[in-house]
C-alpha cells in the first residue's frame, strides 16, 4: 500500500497560511498596472509653445566626425541615392553658424538614406539641451529630410524635462554644404507645444 503523505496543520502553519494569503491580497491591490488618473493637474498647467533656433554641424571628415557610417547595404555603393546607408550622429548644436560659437546641446541618433528614388533621409533623433534652464531637457525628432529641398519640415514626437508631452515641428536648412568633405551646417527652426 502507498503512503499517504500526511500534513499536520499546527496552529502556527495556520497563521503563517493567513498572513501570506492576506498580505498577498494587499499586494495585489496596491500594485495596480495602470490607472487613470485626474486631469486636473496637467490642465492647470499652461500649454507653452517654445521657438528654438541652432546651428546643426554635421562633420564627417578629419579626426573628430560627428556622423559615422555604420551599416550599409552591398548594393549602396551603386546606389545614386546612397539607399540603404545608417549613419549615427552626436552632432554639436551652436547658438550661431559659427561652429565655435555657443554650444546649445546636440543632436544625438541616426540618419538612414531610406530612398531608393531621390535623396530622402529617415532622421530618428534626440536633441539633448544644454544650456540654461534647457540644460538636460530633450526634444525626439522623427521624419523624413530631404536634404537636396530648400526647406524640410520633420515632426517633433516627443520630449523630456521642460519638453514634457512635446509635439511640434522642426524646419531644417542646409546653410553651408562641401561637396568634397559631405560637411554640412544646417540651421534648425523648431516649434514645440509642451507642459
Ligand atoms: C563602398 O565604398 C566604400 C568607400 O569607397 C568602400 O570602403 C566599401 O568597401 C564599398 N563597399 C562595397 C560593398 O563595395
Ligand atoms: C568663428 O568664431 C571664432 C571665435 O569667436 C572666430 O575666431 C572666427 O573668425 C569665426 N569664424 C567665422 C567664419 O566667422
Ligand atoms: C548642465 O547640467 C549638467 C548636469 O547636471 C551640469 O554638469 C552642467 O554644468 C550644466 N550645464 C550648464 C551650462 O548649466
Do not use: C, W
Not at 12 to 39: C, D, G, K, M, P
Amino acid at each position: 500500500m502507498a503512503a499517504t503523505p500526511v500534513v499536520t496543520l499546527t496552529p502556527s502553519t495556520i497563521v503563517t497560511i493567513i498572513i501570506f494569503f492576506s498580505s498577498a491580497f494587499v499586494l495585489a491591490n496596491s500594485e495596480q498596472f495602470a490607472r487613470e488618473l485626474h486631469r486636473n493637474k496637467l490642465d492647470q498647467k499652461r500649454e507653452k509653445l517654445t521657438h528654438l533656433h541652432f546651428y546643426f554641424h554635421d562633420i564627417l571628415s578629419g579626426a573628430n566626425p560627428t556622423a559615422v557610417d555604420v551599416a550599409q547595404a552591398a548594393t549602396t555603393n551603386a546606389s545614386a541615392t546612397g539607399f540603404g546607408l545608417v549613419r549615427v550622429m552626436d552632432e554639436p548644436l551652436t547658438e550661431s553658424q559659427n561652429l565655435s560659437s555657443k554650444q546649445v546641446g546636440r543632436a544625438q541618433g541616426i540618419y538612414t538614406s531610406a530612398d531608393s528614388r531621390t535623396v530622402g533621409l529617415l532622421m530618428v533623433l534626440n536633441f539633448e539641451f544644454t544650456e540654461g534652464k534647457y540644460n538636460g531637457s530633450t526634444l525626439s525628432l522623427l521624419g523624413r529630410n530631404a536634404v537636396l529641398s530648400g526647406v524640410r519640415e520633420m515632426p517633433i514626437v516627443g520630449g523630456s524635462g521642460l519638453f514634457r508631452y512635446a509635439t511640434g515641428y522642426a524646419q531644417a536648412k542646409t546653410r553651408e554644404f562641401d561637396p568634397a568633405t559631405g560637411n554640412a551646417i544646417v540651421e534648425y527652426n523648431v516649434f514645440a507645444r509642451h507642459y
